[in-house]
């Protein structure tokens, strides 16, 4: 299966982002809609037959945004009410900080998350290392990491990597494995930016076996080709930077 995150096309009202869903559905092969930072993302303005996925702590009621943490389980319940009659696809979340919750607790919160809402639950590999799942914890083969499913971010990958193209590519090799679902994206290696994705990047060869092998892609920024429905805060960015040359 292959989505877009409204990530990718944000800093709109959700009515927008929905139509340009829809208007790219075709051309990228899309087959669920990520809900995930961007845009507030109200169920009630979604038909409840459209496939998604949630990404992280997304969710509003309105003008107010639902708390959700891995490492707090009375937040779970809102979450389970509110999805129990949707057609969830897949749930990732980014691990919490290292200082808010131990490894143990992270795999347990983890399996007890995915029991209460019956939806596949992965965590999302992160950039910064005061999180878990950062590079240090696969760096040092931390214990019984593999046993965790995982979000490949690739963008994050990048970060570790520093932008090296071949160390992307070598760290992906080596977490596919676990992992269940990718975002691709791109950055410069310094900042996770969701920057549009280049006609030739490295991954592109990859999708089609990625998506034959059963795991979930999302777009998490648009190949450039499609960068007229670029999230609108990067766009108006870029025309003031043109005016200024």
């Given at each position: 299966m292959k989505g877009l995150s409204v990530t990718a096309i944000g800093a709109r009202p959700l009515e927008e982002c929905l139509n340009i869903f829809?208007?790219?559905?075709?051309?990228?092969?899309?087959?669920f809609l990520e809900l995930a930072v961007g845009s507030r993302c109200d169920?009630?303005?979604?038909?409840?037959?459209?496939?998604?996925?949630?990404?992280?702590?997304?969710?509003?009621?309105?003008?107010?945004?639902?708390?959700?943490?891995l490492a707090h389980p009375e937040t779970w319940e809102e979450y389970r009410h509110r999805l129990r009659d949707r057609n969830v696809k897949m749930i990732s979340i980014h691990?919490?900080?290292?200082?808010?919750?131990?490894?143990?607790?992270?795999k347990q919160n983890r399996d007890k998350l995915e029991a209460l809402l019956g939806i596949p639950v992965c965590l999302e590999v992160m950039p910064n290392?005061?999180?878990?799942?950062?590079?240090?914890?696969?760096?040092?083969?931390?214990?019984?990491?593999?046993?965790?499913?995982?979000?490949?971010?690739?963008?994050?990958?990048?970060?570790?990597s520093k932008g090296c193209s071949t160390l992307v590519q070598e760290w992906t090799k080596r977490l596919m494995p676990q992992a269940i679902a990718i975002h691709l994206s791109h950055n410069n290696g310094r900042r996770d930016s969701h920057d549009l994705i280049p006609s030739n990047i490295w991954f592109n060869q990859y999708i089609q076996d990625w998506e034959a092998q059963g795991v979930i892609l999302t777009y998490e920024s648009l190949p450039e080709s499609y960068g007229a429905f670029e999230r609108s805060d990067k766009q108006r960015t870029k025309q003031l930077q043109r005016r200024k040359r």
């Open positions: 829809e208007t790219l559905k075709d051309p990228l092969g899309l087959d169920l009630s303005k979604i038909p409840k037959d459209s496939p998604l996925v949630i990404h992280h702590r997304c969710l509003f009621d309105g003008l107010y945004k639902l708390p959700f943490s691990p919490p900080m290292r200082k808010e919750i131990s490894f143990d607790e992270l290392d005061a999180y878990w799942l950062s590079e240090e914890d696969f760096s040092k083969k931390h214990q019984d990491i593999r046993d965790i499913p995982i979000l490949l971010d690739i963008s994050h990958v990048n970060i570790w």
